[in-house]
C-alpha cells in the first residue's frame, strides 16, 4: 500500500514537470528564426538580433568539414551539426540582453544573440 | 540553546570570511551579462560547485552525462566507523528547464566498536535512485538569481548508516537557489532540504518513519577559469515521524569545495564537511554523533558525451 503511493505521487510529479517543461507545439506558432553559419570555425554573423519575449529558432549550417558543437550556456541549448549539415535549436522567449553562444570543439569560435 | 548560537554565528562567521578573503562585493548582473571577447572567464555550471551544496543550473538541453560519486561518512561515537556509497549514474537534460538522472548505488561499510552499532565490514548493492531537477528560473539577463527546485525518490535494501538489510523509501527534495556575486567568479547558493523516510529494517519488521530538514550555504570563487574553490556550510535536524513529528538532534557541517574542469567534457568536484557543532536528545556529549556522522566526503567525476 506504501509502495503503490510513493509510485503514484513519483509518477505524478513526473507527469507534472513534464508538461510544465513541455511546450514546443506552442511555442513555435509565434517564434523568429535566425540563421547563422560557421566556416572556417567563425560564426557568420558573429552576432545575431532577435526579438524579446519571443520564442526563437536558430538554423545553424555548418559549412566546414568538420564537425561542430553549437552550445550556450545561456541560453541552455547544445547540439552537434556534422560537417556540412544543418541542425534548428528553439528558444524560449528571451528578456534583453547579449547571450554568449560558442562552438564546444572550437572554444575560439564564439558568437552573441543580442535580444532587444 | 547555545550551540544553536553558536552554529548560526559560526556559519555567518565563515561565509562572510570567505567572502571578504576573496574580495567579495556584490554586483548586480549587468545587461550585457556573460563575458566579453577578451574576457577568459565565461559563464560556467554551478551545479556541482559548491560541494554537497546544489547549485540552480541543470545543464544545457540536450547534454548527456555518466557520473560517479563516492559520498563518505566517517566516524561516529566510539570505535572506528566508515560508510562510502558508490553512485553510478547517468543524466539527461531533456528541456531547457527540466533534466533527470537514473542512479544505481552501492554501499561500503566498515564498522568496528561503535556504541549501538553492530561490527561490520561490507559492500552491497543497495538500490536505485533518480534526480528530477525543474529549472524555475535561470541566471541571466531578467535575473540575478537561479532557483531549482529536485525531487531525488529513492529504493534501498540497505540501510546507510549500519549496513543492515532493510526496505526503504526515501526522497530528497530540494529548493535551490544561486547568484553570481562577481559575474563569472563568485557564486553563492542556498538549499533547503527536506528528507523523508519510510524503512522497515530486516530483524524487526516494523516500519519507522523519519525525517530531516535542512539548510545549506555555499560560497565559491573561481581562481581560474578551470578551477574553482569555496566553502560550504550545512545544517541538518533529525526527526521521527515523516513530517518532523519528534526532535532526535541537530548538527551544524562546515567544509571546503573544489571543483575542477579537465576538459569541457570532464569534471571533477569534491568535497568536505566536519561536524563542529550539534547535539543529541537525551545525550549530554558535545556533537549529534547518533544521528550524523562527525565527517562527511564527497566525491564526483562527471563524463559528458
Known sequence: MKQSSISKYGLGLILTLGLLSASPAAQAEDSVTVNISIKDHRFQPAELQAPAGKPIVIVVKNLDSTPAEFESNMLRVEKVVTGGGTITLRIRPLDPGRYRFFDDFHQETQGYLVVK | MRIDLFARKLSVAALFSTATFFGASAQPPSNTYGASAADVFHEAESKYMFGFIDGADIGNEGEKAVEYEATGSFQKRGGRYSAIEHEFAFEHVLTQ???????????????????????????????????????????????????????????????????????????????????????????????????????????????????????????????????????????????????????????????????????????????????????????????????????RANLKLEFEF
Open chain 2, 97 to 295: 528547464n527540466f533534466s533527470y538522472e537514473l542512479s544505481a548505488h552501492v554501499l561500503t561499510h566498515s564498522i568496528s566498536g561503535v556504541e549501538d552499532l553492530d561490527d561490520r565490514n561490507s559492500t552491497q548493492f543497495s538500490g536505485l535512485s533518480s534526480k528530477l531537477r525543474y529549472l524555475i528560473l535561470g541566471r541571466g539577463p531578467s535575473s540575478p538569481i537561479g532557483l531549482t527546485v529536485s525531487a531525488e525518490p529513492e529504493l534501498s535494501r540497505i540501510d546507510g548508516t549500519d549496513g543492515a538489510r532493510t526496505q526503504a523509501y526515501a526522497s530528497t527534495f530540494k529548493l535551490v537557489a544561486d547568484s553570481e556575486l562577481i559575474t563569472n567568479r563568485l557564486y553563492a547558493a542556498l538549499n533547503l532540504i527536506y528528507e523523508p523516510e519510510a524503512a522497515k529494517p530486516a530483524d524487526t519488521g516494523m516500519w519507522e518513519r523519519s525525517s530531516s530538514a535542512g539548510l545549506g550555504a555555499g560560497l565559491t570563487y573561481r581562481i581560474t577559469p578551470t578551477f574553482a574553490m569555496g566553502v560550504a556550510a550545512e545544517y541538518d535536524r533529525a526527526y521521527d515521524g515523516l513530517t518532523f513529528q519528534t526532535f532526535n538532534g541537530h548538527a551544524l557541517f562546515v567544509g571546503p569545495t573544489l571543483q575542477i574542469n579537465f576538459s569541457r567534457k570532464v569534471l571533477l568536484a569534491a568535497a568536505f564537511m566536519a561536524q563542529v557543532a550539534g547535539h543529541a536528545v537525551d545525550d549530554p556529549r558535545p556533537l549529534d554523533l547518533t544521528n550524523f556522522e562527525q565527517y
